[in-house]
C-alpha cells in the first residue's frame, strides 16, 4: 500500500498534505520483512556490517564498565563535549579534518540528512539525486516537498556532466546536489575527480547545496583515495557533509554527526532540538570510550581486509553461477555491488525475483526500490558486506536457481 | 542571536522559508550553557530525573551483560519487537492499554512531536498550545509553519471554556490541540475532568487532532487520578498519544513511543524512516530487560515518594526564604512547579533574573521561555526532581537573594 493509498484510506485524519509523500523505504521495510521469515536466508538485502566487522565484546565491555548517572541524564544537543573533542582529533587524520564550530553530532547520518532537508528544502525545491541512489534520503527530501531529478550513475559515479541538460529542463537550478560520491550506495562506484570538480562548479554557479553523504568513505579496500569535496573545496559553506559510525562502528548505535559552514551551527541545533532533544547519551559515552581507546584505526583495517575478500567472493560466485547472463560493478569499498540481469535474464522484473528468491532463501533490494522514479527494473542491489563468502556463495547460488526457475 | 538573525547572517546560503521558524529552545540550550559553568550551581532549569532517581548501577550491570551482536545492527523502524511486546504487556496495567497496531517505538517523546507534526500540521496551520506551555514541542510545530494560539492555563489545566472564543478570531479551527493533560510542563497543573470532556468535544466538532504529551502522568504522589483522554474516548482516531521512558527511567536512553490510530501506523513508520532509520537498538535491549525483569512498578512507587518528598522541600524552602513575594502552583506529580512573582519582586523580568540567579549559582527556566509569545514576564519554572532538599533549599535561599538583589 502506498502512502497516497494510506492517506485515502485514513479519511478521518486531517492529514498534512505531505502525508501522501511519506513513501518509506524498502531499505529499512526489510529488517522488519526478513525478521518476520521463519526459514533460511542468505541476506544481502540490508545495509548492516558484518557481525564479525562489529567489535561486540568491546562494546560490551565498555558500556559495563563505564556507564554512570552521567549517561542517563539529557545531552548536549550539539553532542556530548567528549565525543566532539576525540570526533575532531580523529577526523584531523582523515581526508575531511573539522573542528567543533563545524559539527553537530546526529542520531545516525540519517537524521543527518533530515536536518540538511529541514535547513535548505522549501516545497517544490528541486533536488539533484543520484539514479539509482539510496532511496531513504531521496524519501526524507520528498517528505519536505522536494521534486527530485534523477541523474543517472555510471562507473565514474553521477552522469555530472548530463546533469545541466536535466536540470534545464525544470527552468529553474536545483536548490540541493544529493550525492553519494564514495562507493555509493547503491551501486558501489565512485565519483571521478573530474566529476566531483564538475560538481562543485555547477554548484557553485547554481548556488546550490552539496548533500555529500559518505558512509562508506573510510572503508576503501583497493585502488587510490579520490580527494573529496571538503579537499577539492575547504570551508565551503555550500558543503553540507553527512556522516556516521553506522558502518564502520555499528548501525545501532544511530551516532552520525554532521559537518557544515559555522554560520548554520545554532540552526542546526534549533532543528535538532525539534527533532529529538539530544543523540541519545550513552551510546555517545560508549562510542567516545572506544574511540579514546585508539583502536578505531586498527578496527578499520581489518574490516577492510574482511570486506576486500567478500566482495571478491561474491564477485567469484557471481561469475561462477550466472556467468554471462548478468554484469556487475567492481567496488573498490562499501557495502554494495549492483548487478544487471542481461540475456536471457534480461526481461525479469526483480520485483517479481524478490517474492522468488525470498522463497527460495534469498533476499537483495530489487533495482526499482532503489529509484524514486521506479526505474532499473532489471536490476538490483546486492550488500557482500554481511555474509561470509561460504553464505555469500549459498546465496548467488540460490539466486541463480530463482532466476532460472523464472524462465524455466 | 535568533534564528531570524542567524538566517540573515548566512546570505550565501540557500535556507528554506522555515528557518527563520527553527527557534530552538532554551529549555534544551540550557544543557549546554549550565555545562560550561564552573561555579557552583544549583540547577532547577532541566526537566531532568535525580541521579537518585535512575538505576544507574542496574542499567549498566543489564547493558554490561545483555548487549550483543544483535544490539548493534538495524532494528526495525517500528521498534525492537521484545520491547513492544513488552510494553504491550506493561501497558495493559495502566489507564492507558494499547496494542501493537498502534505502537511505533520512537527516539524519545520529542520525535513523538515530530512524527505528530510531519502527519499533520501544513504550513499555515492553527495549532492550539497551552500557555505556557513546552516550547520545545512549540518549537516543532513552528518548524512546520505552523500558526500557534496560546490557550492560558489556571489550576484545572487549559482553560478549554476559553479556547472556542479564542480560535473564533482566527477564522478557521485548529488542525491540532497541543496538550500536557498532566503535571503540566511547565506549571505542573493537571487538566481536570470537566475540562478534559469539553476539549474532546471540541476536537470531535473541529475535526482536530488531540496530541496529548504525557510524560509524567505515571508520577502522581498525591491525589487521584483523573481519567485519560484515552480512557474517556477509546480507540479515539483524533487521539495522537506521545510517551516516554525519559522522566521514569532515563532521559538519556531516547526512547519513547507513539500510540495512534492503526490506519496511521503505516505512515509514522514511513515518516520515523525519513527520520533516523530506527531508534537506536541497544538502549531499546535494555529497556526491554529492564522491564522484563519486573522492577519497573516498584521503581515507580519509589521515585514517586523521592519527588513528593522534593516538592514539598521546595514549598517549604520557598515559603520561608519568598513567603508572601511569591505565588506557586502546588503539583500532585511530575518534576515542575510554576513560580509567580508578585509584591515588590512582581516588576522584575525574569530573564534579567536568570543571569543575576545564574551568576549566585541557581538555574531556571524564565517564564518567556515557556510562551511562544513570550507571555509571562514575571513567572519561572522550577523543576524539583533533579535537587535533593537540602540542595533545593540552599537554590530557593540564593533565588531569594538574587531577587533581593534586583530590588535592592
Known amino acids: 500500500m502506498t502512502a497516497t493509498d494510506i492517506a485515502r484510506h485514513a479519511p478521518s485524519l ?113 533536488v539533484v539525486v543520484e539514479s539509482p541512489t539510496y532511496t531513504n534520503g531521496s524519501a526524507t527530501a520528498l517528505s519536505y516537498g522536494a521534486q527530485l531529478l534523477e541523474v543517472p550513475v555510471d562507473d565514474e559515479g553521477m552522469r555530472v556532466d548530463m546533469m545541466q541538460d536535466l536540470v534545464a529542463h525544470h527552468h529553474r537550478p536545483p536548490k540541493a546536489i544529493y550525492t553519494i560520491p564514495t562507493f555509493q550506495n547503491p551501486s558501489g562506484v565512485t565519483m571521478s575527480l573530474e566529476r566531483r570538480k564538475a560538481l562543485l562548479e555547477l554548484a557553485h554557479r547554481w548556488g546550490s547545496v552539496i548533500i555529500d553523504d559518505d558512509p562508506y568513505g573510510l572503508l576503501r579496500f583497493s585502488g587510490q583515495d579520490i580527494p573529496t569535496f571538503q579537499t577539492l573545496s575547504p570551508q565551503d559553506p555550500l558543503l553540507f557533509s553527512v556522516r556516521t559510525f553506522s558502518k564502520i562502528l555499528a548501525p545501532g548505535w544511530r551516532v552520525g554527526w554532521v559537518d557544515a559552514d559555522p554560520s548554520i551551527r545554532q540552526l542546526l541545533i534549533n532543528g535538532k532540538q525539534a527533532m529529538d532533544t539530544c543523540t541519545n547519551v550513552p551510546n555517545q559515552h560508549i562510542v567516545a570510550e572506544y574511540i579514546a581507546r585508539g583502536g578505531l584505526d586498527d578496527h578499520l583495517a581489518s574490516i577492510r581486509v574482511l570486506y576486500r575478500e567478500r566482495k571478491d567472493a561474491m564477485l567469484d560466485s557471481i561469475a561462477r553461477h550466472l556467468g554471462d547472463r548478468v554484469t556487475t560493478t567492481n567496488p573498490e569499498g562499501g557495502f554494495f555491488l549492483w548487478l544487471t540481469l542481461a540475456g536471457e535474464f534480461g526481461e525479469i522484473d526483480t520485483r517479481e525475483l524478490f517474492e522468488v528468491a525470498l522463497a527460495d532463501g534469498v533476499a537483495f533490494i530489487p533495482g526499482p526500490a532503489l529509484s524514486p522514479g521506479g526505474r532499473f527494473r532489471n536490476a538490483l542491489r546486492l550488500c557482500f558486506a554481511s555474509s561470509t563468502p561460504e553464505r555469500i556463495d549459498e546465496g548467488i547460488k540460490r539466486l541463480a536457481g530463482s532466476l532460472e526457475k523464472m524462465v524455466a
Open 14 to 126: 486531517p492529514l498534512a498534505g505531505r502525508a501522501k509523500d511519506l513513501v518509506g523505504s524498502m531499505i529499512d521495510s526489510s529488517t522488519s520483512l526478513l525478521a518476520a521469515q521463519t526459514h533460511d536466508i542468505v541476506r544481502f538485502a540490508m545495509g548492516s556490517p558484518a557481525d564479525e566487522a562489529v567489535p561486540s565484546e568491546e562494546f560490551r565491555e565498555i558500556a559495563g564498565t563505564i556507564l554512570d548517572a552521567s549517561s542517563f541524564t539529557y545531552g548536549a544537543t550539539e553532542g556530548e563535549p567528549r565525543l566532539l573533542e576525540l570526533l575532531v582529533k580523529y577526523l584531523a587524520g582523515t581526508p575531511d579534518p573539522s573542528s567543533e564550530d563545524r559539527l553537530v553530532i546526529t542520531t545516525g547520518g540519517m537524521q543527518g540528512l533530515d536536518l540538511a532537508c529541514k535547513l535548505f528544502i522549501d516545497p517544490g525545491d528541486l
